[in-house]
Each structure stands twice: as structure tokens, then as C-alpha cells.
């Protein structure tokens, strides 16, 4: 038996309302290009539009004009997506409560993680939506999952209950070792102002 290799998030589709209401949440509200729609090719009663979040990749909605928009929370039985997060840079980050709060928008303030800030709001249609911003900037040649993942070690290896901002710096320092040379024989921290 061998396993399914996956590659990346190809995309998500969600079930919308109608069309209007989700051009204006997922383009008007998130800045997410529209990129093209046609037919939902397995329901002809429905559309399908697409958006680019933002890293080239694809978010999908179905939509039906007769369905109506709702504003409850989405159902949090198990198997049920409990919210989709996007990622967003400091200086927007900075910035999303001012813009959420200039549109009536509720939304759960900020929320630190260690190794991310958060922000949560409600769609139109009542799915939460987490904006996230990652406290840190990965080495060259690395990646995010790749810190957390040595950032986590590291958490555990102390008996910490959550992943700081110290597992992610102590992590960097593990990458650039592992992974870039020197000429010196010994990398450990030094005190040049003896």
C-alpha cells in the first residue's frame, strides 16, 4: 500500500448565495480578483465563480439565485469546516480592523498565537474567516511549515504548553545552520564586548 503525495492546496469550494453577494464579499470586501465564472458543471442550476486569493491558487463558489444569504454561524459538527484562514502581510494586518470596522464588520479583535496574529469575522452567509500574519519571516530556501515544524520539537523538548516566539527564532537559528555552511569551526554564541 503506498500513500497519495499532495502538493499544495489546489483549491476550496464553498456553497454561496447568489452571485452579487459573493463578487462583493470575496472581491469587494477581500480583494480577491475575480477570475473567471461559468456553469457548475455538475449542476446546472448553479453557477461557479472563482477568485484568486492572492498566491495563484484557487477559492471557488457555487452559486444559485434563489438561495438566500443567512447570517448564522456555519454548522460545527464533526466533518464540518469550522473556518478557512488567508494570509495577510504586517502592514495589512495593521490595518484590518480599521477597514472591517469602517464596513459595520464584527470581528474577534486580535488574537496572538505565538506564531501568528489573528483576526476573525463572519461572510455574509455566516462562515467564519480567519486573516492570519505570521510573526516571523522563514530563512531563505525555507518555508513556514518548516519553522513551525522545528519550532514545535523545540516546544516539546522544553515542556512548553505553546509554540513562542522564542521555539521560532531558536528554529531559524537551527535552519541557517543545518542548511547554509561557514568557514568557522565553532557557530556557537559568542560575547564580542568582553
Same mark, same amino acid.
Not at 496572538?112 to 455574509?124: C, L, Q, T, V
Not at 522563514?138 to 519553522?147: D, F, I, L, M, N
Not at 521555539?167 to 568557514?183: G, P, Y
Given at each position: 500500500?503506498?500513500?497519495?503525495?499532495?502538493?499544495? %492546496? @489546489?483549491?476550496? /469550494?464553498? =456553497?454561496? +448565495?447568489?452571485?452579487?453577494?459573493?463578487?462583493? $464579499?470575496?472581491?469587494?470586501?477581500?480583494?480577491?480578483?475575480?477570475?473567471?465564472?461559468?456553469?457548475?458543471?455538475?449542476?446546472?442550476?448553479?453557477?461557479?465563480?472563482?477568485?484568486?486569493?492572492?498566491?495563484g491558487?484557487?477559492v471557488?463558489?457555487?452559486?444559485?439565485?434563489?438561495?438566500?444569504? %443567512? @447570517?448564522?454561524? /456555519?454548522? =460545527?459538527? +464533526?466533518?464540518c469546516?469550522h473556518?478557512?484562514? $488567508?494570509?495577510?502581510d504586517?502592514?495589512?494586518f495593521d490595518?484590518?480592523?480599521?477597514?472591517?470596522?469602517?464596513?459595520?464588520?464584527?470581528?474577534?479583535?486580535?488574537k496572538?498565537?505565538?506564531?501568528?496574529?489573528?483576526?476573525?469575522?463572519?461572510?455574509?452567509?455566516?462562515?467564519?474567516?480567519?486573516?492570519?500574519?505570521? /510573526?516571523?519571516?522563514?530563512?531563505r530556501?525555507?518555508?513556514?511549515?518548516?519553522?513551525?515544524?522545528?519550532?514545535?520539537?523545540?516546544?516539546?523538548?522544553?515542556?512548553?504548553?505553546?509554540?513562542?516566539?522564542?521555539?521560532?527564532?531558536?528554529?531559524?537559528?537551527?535552519?541557517?545552520?543545518?542548511s547554509?555552511?561557514?568557514?568557522?569551526?565553532?557557530?556557537?554564541?559568542?560575547?564580542?564586548?568582553r
Amino acid at each position: 500500500m503506498k500513500k497519495i503525495q499532495t502538493l499544495g %492546496v @489546489h483549491h476550496i /469550494t464553498m =456553497m454561496g +448565495a447568489d452571485r452579487k453577494t459573493s463578487i462583493d $464579499f470575496w472581491e469587494g470586501v477581500l480583494g480577491m480578483p475575480f477570475l473567471f465564472d461559468q456553469p457548475n458543471l455538475d449542476d446546472p442550476d448553479e453557477g461557479h465563480l472563482y477568485f484568486d486569493p492572492g498566491d495563484g491558487r484557487l477559492v471557488t463558489i457555487f452559486t444559485n439565485e434563489s438561495r438566500t444569504r %443567512v @447570517h448564522s454561524r /456555519t454548522p =460545527m459538527d +464533526a466533518g464540518c469546516v469550522h473556518h478557512v484562514a $488567508f494570509e495577510v502581510d504586517r502592514a495589512m494586518f495593521d490595518q484590518v480592523l480599521e477597514r472591517l470596522e469602517a464596513r459595520g464588520i464584527g470581528n474577534s479583535g486580535i488574537k496572538d498565537r505565538g506564531f501568528m496574529h489573528s483576526i476573525y469575522f463572519k461572510d455574509p452567509l455566516g462562515l467564519l474567516i480567519e486573516l492570519a500574519c505570521y /510573526t516571523f519571516i522563514p530563512p531563505r530556501g525555507s518555508s513556514h511549515a518548516e519553522v513551525m515544524l522545528e519550532a514545535h520539537k523545540l516546544r516539546v523538548a522544553r515542556g512548553d504548553k505553546a509554540i513562542s516566539r522564542e521555539h521560532l527564532a531558536d528554529a531559524a537559528i537551527m535552519i541557517v545552520e543545518r542548511s547554509q555552511a561557514t568557514l568557522s569551526d565553532d557557530r556557537s554564541a559568542k560575547n564580542p564586548y568582553r
